[in-house]
Nanobody, 115 residues
Framework: QMQLVESGGGLVQAGGSLRLSCTASGRIFSINHWSWYRQAPGKEREFVAGIVSGGTTKYSDAVKGRFTISRENVKNMAYLQMNSLKPEDTAVYYC?????????WGQGTQVTVSS
């Protein structure tokens, strides 16, 4: 079974930056798409950014221009560079890896942006 583990979350002031990482371990399968989602308290989980195997990326309007998703296939990792962070970016961030037969999710990492 493949596991995904996020890291890099923490507390940052508004305007600051964080870089989240997601690492695949265990029985690793070929990951077609990597995605990042987030869930704020009292809200539903929402899409943040995604990247397909060819490198095409997609972002939610809320983060476009501030966040950058990338992947490193050799290391089975994905990243989310978050710049110009705002208090409304506060949430638990989850990575998702899509393989041929389904999706794998990480356990989440907390990002808190203070004003």
């Amino acid at each position: 079974q493949m596991q995904l583990v996020e890291s890099g979350g923490g507390l940052v002031q508004a305007g600051g930056s964080l870089r989240l990482s997601c690492t695949a371990s265990g029985r690793i399968f070929s990951i077609n798409h990597w995605s990042w989602y987030r869930q704020a308290p009292g809200k539903e989980r929402e899409f943040v950014a995604g990247i397909v195997s060819g490198g095409t990326t997609k972002y939610s309007d809320a983060v476009k221009g501030r966040f950058t998703i990338s992947r490193e296939n050799v290391k089975n990792m994905a990243y989310l560079q978050m710049n110009s962070l705002k208090p409304e970016d506060t949430a638990v961030y989850y990575c998702k890896g899509n393989v041929a037969w389904g999706d794998f999710w990480g356990q989440g990492t907390q990002v808190t942006v203070s004003s």
